[in-house]
């Protein structure tokens, strides 16, 4: 270790020296390179005597039985977790947010350090996610988050106000800049939507009484919409009112996309937003489509899709495919049907499971008449489908019905307007929608996104969209690195900051780094973190 001086030449053609602390390691080739520890800053301008107490202080683990004046005991004071949020921050820094707030903010007189509160807002959803309340504890406690200044809850609340304020222009700015970051091909975009309850039971706004995908029909929800790349990286999110159907959200979707100028773009879809409507919608500005289909609507062109003849190919291990064009002209359409002998296999067994219930089930049953019993076999789930109501109120199964299903064993159907595509790459590229479902999965897990316990819809727009910058970072820390976002996090959390302190100051100091921690810092392009972060002497 040792102290070394370096200049920089400046525009005027003067030149000005930095004192640094460095030291010597090898890189991969084995040759020395001067790694720098700490900057004292410029030469002309260094507190003499604060070095000199600094000396003085560190001497005494040098020479401890002869020290040049008592410094008194260094003391660990703590230690908190500092990797986890030194990578998110990098990330953040790469994408370029910091600026777009700089630039909101250049003609407002804000006091507040709002973007550091939405940085620690976002960190806190992907390392520890607490309410907003426990977020001001956590910067304060917790955590080594780099913030210059204290971050307050009325911080935390300002800035979830001006978030939403630039809640357009961030998504598009930033969603460009990963997409140049991770060199992704915005081809594909897959879209799907999800519910969330409230701990609330007004219903105004957006909080709204509708199908609950979480099963709470008891409380008022939002639905959220996403949409990701073929590569999992979220594009853009939305919060509708909790009583929107799936089929309601396609219009705003592709219109709230329309001024990106995307490049060639299909949209992927599951079978809920299936409809000709929807299919016109998305065609419009040369845009094309993959659809989920419902297999069981009893529509006539579905039917005869299924009923048409031809060989499946196989395209990959239990995926099979077969092409099906039904009409001419504009009413012409273009199809997939997509197999699975596996998929077929588990559906018989269920099915025979099911009928085999359901006889028992109807066996039980005392005579014809109409209990409510009867009425529950008739409208279950799955048995009633199976089940036919003779004239006289006797119960059978429907064998025609049971055979009719067995037709549609291990298929679904997809259907695409896009002709360049080939039948592998429509059933590949549907089943990349999965990317929709883990994302959601993230969200409601990983990052937290209940409970919700805001009551303003401005609030509980923010709240997502906090949770959508959060799955933006750890979906980029995953793409480059090839590790889950839990990994990633359960490694770099292990890197901390300790404090030590004297009478003559205060040492700030991380832990060793070990190869691993290197190794996702290296793969994301993150520059390492300098050993003594910080070292400030008492005056």
């Given at each position: 270790?040792?102290v070394?001086?370096?200049?920089?030449?400046?525009?005027?053609?003067?030149?000005?020296?930095?004192?640094?602390?460095?030291?010597?390691?090898?890189?991969?080739?084995?040759?020395?390179?001067?790694?720098?520890?700490?900057?004292?800053?410029?030469?002309?301008?260094?507190?003499i005597?604060?070095?000199r107490?600094?000396?003085?202080?560190?001497?005494?683990?040098?020479?401890?039985?002869t020290?040049?004046?008592?410094?008194?005991?260094?003391?660990?004071?703590?230690?908190?977790?500092?990797?986890?949020?030194?990578l998110?921050?990098?990330?953040?820094?790469?994408?370029?947010?910091?600026?777009?707030?700089?630039?909101?903010?250049?003609?407002?007189?804000?006091?507040?350090?709002?973007?550091?509160?939405?940085?620690?807002?976002?960190?806190?959803?992907?390392?520890?996610?607490?309410?907003?309340?426990?977020?001001?504890?956590?910067?304060r406690?917790?955590?080594?988050?780099?913030?210059?200044?204290?971050?307050?809850?009325?911080?935390?609340?300002?800035?979830?106000?001006?978030?939403?304020?630039?809640?357009?222009?961030?998504?598009?700015?930033?969603?460009?800049?990963?997409?140049?970051?991770?060199?992704?091909?915005?081809?594909?975009?897959?879209?799907?939507?999800?519910?969330?309850?409230?701990?609330?039971?007004?219903e105004?706004?957006?909080?709204?009484?509708?199908?609950?995908?979480?099963?709470?029909?008891?409380?008022?929800?939002?639905?959220?919409?996403l949409?990701?790349?073929?590569e999992?990286?979220?594009?853009?999110?939305?919060?509708?009112?909790?009583?929107?159907?799936?089929?309601?959200?396609?219009?705003?979707?592709?219109?709230?996309?329309?001024?990106?100028?995307?490049?060639?773009?299909?949209?992927?879809?599951?079978?809920?937003?299936?409809?000709?409507e929807?299919?016109?919608?998305?065609?419009?500005a040369?845009?094309?489509?993959?659809?989920?289909?419902?297999?069981r609507?009893?529509?006539?062109?579905?039917?005869?899709?299924?009923?048409?003849?031809?060989?499946?190919?196989?395209?990959?291990?239990?995926?099979?495919?077969?092409?099906?064009?039904?009409?001419?002209?504009?009413?012409?359409?273009?199809?997939?049907?997509?197999?699975n002998?596996?998929?077929a296999e588990?559906?018989?067994?269920?099915?025979?499971?099911?009928?085999?219930?359901?006889?028992?089930?109807?066996?039980?049953?005392?005579?014809?008449?109409?209990t409510?019993?009867?009425?529950?076999?008739?409208?279950h789930?799955?048995?009633?489908?199976?089940?036919?109501?003779q004239?006289?109120?006797?119960?059978?199964?429907?064998?025609?019905?049971?055979?009719?299903?067995?037709?549609l064993?291990?298929?679904?159907?997809?259907?695409?307007?896009?002709?360049?595509l080939?039948?592998?790459?429509?059933a590949?590229?549907?089943?990349?929608?999965?990317?929709?479902?883990?994302?959601?999965?993230?969200?409601?897990t990983?990052?937290?996104?209940?409970?919700?316990?805001?009551?303003?819809?401005?609030?509980?727009?923010?709240?997502?969209?906090?949770?959508?910058?959060?799955?933006?970072?750890?979906?980029?820390?995953?793409?480059k690195?090839?590790?889950?976002?839990?990994?990633?996090?359960?490694?770099?959390?292990?890197?901390?900051?300790?404090?030590?302190?004297?009478?003559?100051?205060r040492v700030?100091?991380?832990?060793?780094?070990?190869?691993?921690?290197?190794?996702?810092?290296?793969?994301?392009?993150?520059?390492?973190?300098?050993?003594?972060?910080?070292?400030?002497?008492?005056?």
């Amino acid at each position: 270790m040792y102290v070394r001086t370096i200049s920089r030449k400046n525009k005027n053609g003067t030149r000005t020296s930095y004192v640094q602390l460095a030291h010597n390691v090898r890189d991969e080739k084995g040759m020395p390179q001067a790694k720098v520890l700490y900057t004292f800053g410029r030469l002309d301008t260094l507190d003499i005597e604060a070095i000199r107490r600094l000396i003085a202080s560190l001497s005494r683990f040098v020479s401890p039985d002869t020290p040049p004046h008592d410094t008194g005991p260094m003391v660990f004071e703590r230690s908190v977790p500092m990797g986890g949020s030194y990578l998110l921050r990098a990330l953040w820094e790469k994408i370029g947010i910091p600026g777009l707030f700089a630039k909101t903010l250049k003609d407002r007189n804000f006091s507040s350090p709002i973007g550091w509160a939405v940085f620690a807002m976002v960190a806190n959803r992907a390392l520890a996610p607490y309410s907003k309340r426990g977020v001001e504890e956590w910067v304060r406690e917790d955590v080594a988050l780099g913030n210059p200044e204290p971050i307050a809850l009325h911080h935390l609340y300002r800035a979830m106000d001006v978030l939403l304020e630039q809640t357009e222009r961030i998504h598009k700015e930033v969603f460009f800049a990963v997409a140049d970051l991770l060199n992704l091909e915005v081809d594909l975009l897959f879209f799907d939507t999800t519910s969330t309850y409230l701990e609330t039971e007004d219903e105004e706004g957006l909080k709204r009484y509708g199908h609950s995908k979480d099963h709470r029909n008891d409380l008022p929800q939002i639905v959220i919409g996403l949409a990701v790349t073929k590569e999992g990286i979220p594009v853009k999110c939305w919060v509708l009112p909790g009583n929107t159907s799936d089929m309601k959200t396609v219009e705003k979707v592709k219109d709230d996309l329309r001024g990106w100028h995307l490049s060639r773009c299909v949209w992927v879809m599951d079978r809920g937003m299936s409809s000709e409507e929807n299919r016109v919608i998305l065609q419009k500005a040369g845009g094309h489509y993959i659809l989920g289909e419902k297999l069981r609507d009893d529509a006539e062109v579905h039917e005869e899709v299924l009923s048409r003849k031809g060989r499946y190919r196989k395209i990959r291990e239990n995926l099979e495919v077969k092409e099906v064009t039904v009409g001419e002209g504009e009413r012409r359409r273009r199809f997939v049907i997509v197999y699975n002998p596996d998929e077929a296999e588990r559906d018989k067994h269920n099915r025979e499971v099911i009928l085999k219930k359901t006889e028992e089930v109807i066996h039980a049953l005392k005579g014809p008449e109409h209990t409510r019993r009867v009425c529950e076999l008739l409208t279950h789930k799955t048995m009633g489908r199976y089940i036919r109501q003779q004239k006289n109120g006797v119960l059978k199964i429907d064998r025609a019905k049971a055979k009719k299903e067995e037709h549609l064993d291990g298929k679904y159907i997809l259907s695409t307007s896009d002709d360049s595509l080939s039948p592998e790459d429509v059933a590949l590229g549907y089943k990349q929608l999965m990317e929709v479902e883990r994302a959601f999965r993230t969200l409601k897990t990983t990052l937290d996104l209940r409970p919700v316990y805001h009551r303003k819809d401005e609030r509980i727009t923010a709240h997502v969209f906090l949770c959508f910058l959060a799955l933006l970072l750890v979906r980029t820390a995953e793409r480059k690195t090839g590790l889950t976002w839990d990994k990633i996090r359960s490694v770099m959390e292990r890197l901390h900051l300790g404090e030590f302190t004297s009478k003559d100051g205060r040492v700030l100091q991380t832990t060793e780094l070990t190869p691993e921690q290197q190794n996702i810092l290296k793969q994301l392009d993150i520059a390492l973190p300098r050993r003594v972060q910080s070292v400030l002497t008492t005056p």
